[in-house]
Each structure stands twice: as structure tokens, then as C-alpha cells.
Nanobody, 115 residues
């Protein structure tokens, strides 16, 4: 069974930074897109950022200029560098790998931005 294991969440003050990581428990073939989503209670899960196999990226407007997604295919890992964090960024963050046939989700990691 494949697991995506997330780490790096936690409590940070506004203006601070965190780096999330998500690694697959084993090598996955034909993963086209790696990305990050987040969800706040009572709201739908939303795309934060993703990256295709070619290196192309998409970012939510709310995080452009502050967040950076990267991936290391050899390590089956995706990262999300989050800078200048705002209280509005508080959410559970989920990594997502999408391949030809399957979609994989991480377990979620809590990010709380508060003074």
C-alpha cells in the first residue's frame, strides 16, 4: 500500500515561514502532478499549488509570491515553502500525487498561523 507521509506543519507567528514535505512510501510510476491542497473546517478543500512533471506550476492567487512548490522525483517528494505566513493560511494541508490511473493523498498536516 502506498502512503504519502507529510511533515513540517506546526504553529508559527504571522510573517513566519514553514516548509512542508511529503514523501511517498515507495517509488511511484507515472506521477504527473504533485501538489498541495488545504482545507478549513466548513469550507471546501482548495488547491494551494501544484507542479507538473515538466516543472510547470500553478498557485492559488492568495499565495502567489509567498509560497513555492518544488519536487524531487528521485526522492518521490514534494515540498511547499511557505513564507510571510498569514492567519488566513491556517488550515490542514494535504499533499496530492496524481498519476495516470491513481490519485494519492497525504494524511494532512496542521498549519496554524497565530500570534
Amino acid at each position: 500500500q502506498v502512503h504519502l507521509v507529510e511533515s513540517g506543519g506546526g504553529l508559527v507567528q504571522p510573517g513566519g515561514s514553514l516548509r512542508l514535505s511529503c514523501a511517498a512510501s515507495r517509488s511511484l510510476l507515472s506521477i504527473n502532478t504533485m501538489g498541495w491542497y488545504r482545507q478549513v473546517p466548513g469550507k471546501e478543500r482548495e488547491l494551494v499549488a501544484d507542479m507538473g512533471s515538466s516543472g510547470s506550476t500553478n498557485y492559488a492567487d492568495s499565495v502567489k509570491g509567498r509560497f513555492t512548490i518544488s519536487r524531487d522525483n528521485a526522492k518521490n517528494t514534494v515540498y511547499l515553502q511557505m513564507n510571510t505566513l498569514k492567519p488566513e493560511d491556517t488550515a490542514v494541508y494535504y499533499c496530492n500525487f496524481r498519476g495516470r490511473l491513481y490519485t494519492y493523498w497525504g494524511q494532512g498536516t496542521q498549519v496554524t498561523v497565530s500570534s
